[in-house]
C-alpha cells in the first residue's frame, strides 16, 4: 500500500510540473506589488491598463476634464507652444457639451479623445443598465462633437470592478488607467507636480494630469513637465499609439 501511494504521489507531482510549464507557456507573467500573476492571452476577462512594457522612451500625457472653463485652454496653450502634438483628453460628457468651442480646439490641435463617462460619479455602484446609460450618454455625445466615436475610457475618480470593466468592454471601450499620478488635483505646488512626474516617469508610462477649474497649477508645471522629460530622451505619444505593438501591463481587480 505504501509502495502505491508513493508512485501515485510522484505521478501526480508530474502532472503539477506539467500544468505548470503549461501556464507559463500559455501566460504572461508579471510582478505588481511583489504578487506574481499569470494572464492568458485568451483570457476573456478584460483588465484596465496602466502602463505598457517596452523599451522605447515614449509616454502619454492624458488630462482629465470634468469641469470649468479656466485651465483647459492655457494647458493648450502650452502644447502648442512646446510644439506637442500628442496627448490625450478623457472628457466627460456635459462639460463637453457644454464647451463645444473647447472640445473643437482640442481635436483641432490633433489630441486622442477618450471618454470620461457622462455623470461624474461611482460606476461600481451603479446597476448594469445604470453603467450602460452613462458610457452610453457619453459616447453619444463626445461621437457627435468630434466626429469619431471614442474608443478608450477613463471613469470618474479611477472607479470601477470587473462588471464595470465587463460592460465598457462589451460597448467597445477599453479602460484606461495610470502608473503615474501627478496629484496636480492636490495643488501641492508646481515645483512638487514637476518633480513627482519627472522623477516616475518610465518607457510606456500613462501620465494621469487634469485640465479641470479645480487643478490651478497644471499649466503652470507642464512646460517643465515637457522640458524635463524630453531632456531625458523621452517621445509623446498617444495612449492608443501606445498601447499599439506594446505589452499591456495590468493589475489585478478584486
Given amino acids: ?20 510549464a503549461f501556464a507559463f507557456a500559455a501566460g504572461v507573467y508579471y510582478v505588481e506589488n511583489q504578487n506574481l500573476q499569470v494572464f492568458s492571452p485568451t483570457d476573456p476577462e478584460p483588465k484596465a491598463i496602466y502602463s505598457v512594457k517596452t523599451n522605447k522612451k515614449q509616454v502619454a500625457l492624458t488630462f482629465d476634464i470634468s469641469w470649468g472653463e479656466k485651465r483647459t485652454g492655457p494647458i493648450l496653450d502650452v502644447l502648442k507652444k512646446k510644439d506637442l502634438k500628442k496627448a490625450t483628453f478623457f472628457l466627460s460628457s456635459p462639460w463637453a457639451e457644454s464647451h463645444p468651442d473647447l472640445v473643437k480646439r482640442i481635436t483641432d490641435q490633433g489630441y486622442e479623445v477618450g471618454s470620461h463617462g457622462h455623470r461624474h460619479d461611482n460606476y461600481s455602484g451603479y446597476s448594469d443598465q445604470q453603467v450602460r446609460d452613462q458610457v452610453g450618454k457619453a459616447d453619444t455625445i463626445l461621437t457627435k462633437l468630434t466626429g469619431k466615436k471614442p474608443k478608450l475610457i477613463r471613469f470618474p475618480n479611477g472607479d470601477f470592478d470587473k462588471r464595470v470593466l465587463k460592460l465598457a468592454n462589451q460597448m467597445g471601450y477599453t479602460t484606461i488607467q495610470w502608473d503615474t499620478d501627478s496629484l496636480d488635483w492636490m495643488n501641492p505646488g508646481t515645483d512638487k507636480i514637476i518633480s513627482r512626474v519627472v522623477e516616475k516617469a518610465h518607457p510606456g508610462d500613462i501620465i494621469l494630469l487634469h485640465a479641470s477649474d479645480s487643478c490651478r497649477q497644471t499649466h503652470e508645471a507642464l512646460p517643465q513637465i515637457i522640458d524635463s522629460l524630453k531632456a531625458k530622451g523621452y517621445q509623446f505619444v498617444t495612449v492608443s ?14
Fill in 241 to 254: 499609439e501606445l498601447l499599439s505593438g506594446s505589452e499591456v501591463k495590468m493589475k489585478p481587480v478584486e
Fill in 1 to 20: 500500500m505504501n509502495f502505491i501511494w508513493i508512485l501515485s504521489a510522484k505521478k501526480i507531482k508530474r502532472v503539477a510540473i506539467i500544468l505548470v
